[in-house]
């Protein structure tokens, strides 16, 4: 990959240990998976400090590591492991990031969004991987950290990179695209997802629209034309500006959206005038609307819709996400219970409207970080669960009682509503009562871990 005093030069390290001449052969900040040749990078956090595990990383094999401070280190055999010294650890390992990804000249989409990042990920990486191979981040390697370790794994052998870009405040997707430089923008909805960290819907906006500002004029956004908060940060990008959506005035348009039972979806894309069909191996037309992204970055790009769609189909998809499982009894499990808002929830539900074989069950828990909008987040999606006809909800954590409220004022019998404060209440509930046929949504936030409940009524 590298040299060590090449490293320290990109860095702006002093070199306090080891020779300036090894090679590097990549980086990691984890100790416990250091593998031989490899740079440790000993990052700081509130809960964990990796200058503790520099002397582990080397006895490990590590090629030598970037430090901020002082360290205790093993001495004998080991002379010849760099030792790097900065400023600021996680600064160094995003400087060696943008450096590395300024070697590759290839398109490098970044994708945002409150609500789809990761799936839309996954398609426009399958769609693209259709003609040339394609890096994307996996797993939650969507931050500060993680980004550029995806992208310190690029090599000669990629043509493309896919990175989704979470945020939690503003400025932070200015300082990803700092790093990846993305040539290509998407953005897939603006709802109300970390409202309580950035204080309002326009803040939202904002932080959202930093990733339009870094596009280069010569780049391309697709920003979903269905919501009315993407149209408005549109003009923020420099470059071309196509839209996607249902809308008949987009660029990227789907129609005759036909469900093809639990196996996925059909439907009819349209972009620039062409005409197609293409299929998704998901459900919900919201995953619709993430596909037509993925097209219309593949057709700009230069791909025909042949590979588009080919790719589109081959898709593999993150788990957890309207994850289609069959449990015992005949019982369906759509197991969407990697996170969720109010949008997102609303969405997942009418998936399970649609698709349930007799009795429609939503297993629903708490939603976080939605601020002012807490209370009045849950009783929209208690209304929505209502309202879609759908037969019993189990509510799950405090913050999901008024979303059992919200469904009894909407209609609902006190039989078909069901509040439990733990999951482990929930589970013997749904153990007592699930029957043959039954199909299941179980969706809330990410720390409410409700994939456990999913597994304890699989088995």
Known sequence: MMRVDDVAGVVRARLLRGKPDNWITGVNTDSRGILPGELFFALRGE????????????????????????????????????????????????????DWRDRFPLPVVGITGSNGKTTTKDMTAAVLDSRWPTLKNTGNYNNEIGLPLTLLQLSEVHRAVVVEMGMRGLGQIH????????????????????????????????????????????GFALINGDDLRCRDVSSLCRGKVYFFGLDAASQVRATEIRPRGFQGTDFTVQVDGLKTQAFIPILGEHNVRNALAAIGVGYYLGLDLEEVTAGLA???????????????????????????????????????????????????????????????????????????????????????????????????????????????????????VLRDSDTVLVKASRGMKMELIVEQIME
């Open 175 to 218: 300082d990803l695209c700092r790093v990846a430089r993305p040539t290509v923008g998407v953005i897939t909805n603006i709802g109300l997802t970390h409202l309580e960290l950035l204080g309002s819907p326009e803040n939202i906006a904002r932080a959202k629209g930093e990733l339009l500002e870094e596009i280069p004029p010569d």
């Open 314 to 432: 081959r898709v593999k998809l993150s788990g957890m996400r309207l994850e289609v499982r069959q449990g015992a009894k005949g019982i369906t499990v759509i197991n969407d219970a990697y996170n969720a808002n109010p949008a997102s929830m609303k969405a997942s539900l009418r998936v399970l409207s649609q698709m349930r074989k007799q009795r429609a069950i939503a297993v629903l828990g708490d939603m976080y970080e939605l601020g002012t909008a807490e209370a009045s987040g849950h009783r929209e999606v208690g209304f929505a669960v209502a309202d879609l006809g759908i037969d019993m909800l189990v509510a799950v954590g405090p913050l999901s009682r008024e979303m059992a409220a919200a469904a009894k004022e909407a209609g609902m019998s006190s039989r078909r509503v069901e509040h439990f404060n733990t999951k482990d209440e929930a589970v013997v509930f749904l153990r007592e």
């Open 47 to 98: 809960r964990f400090d990796g200058h503790r595990f520099v002397a582990a990383a080397l006895t490990r094999g590590a090629a030598g590591a970037v430090v901020s401070q002082p360290v205790e280190l093993p001495v004998e055999g080991m002379t010849d492991q760099a030792i790097l010294l900065v400023p600021d650890t996680l600064q160094a390992l995003q400087r060696l990031a943008r």
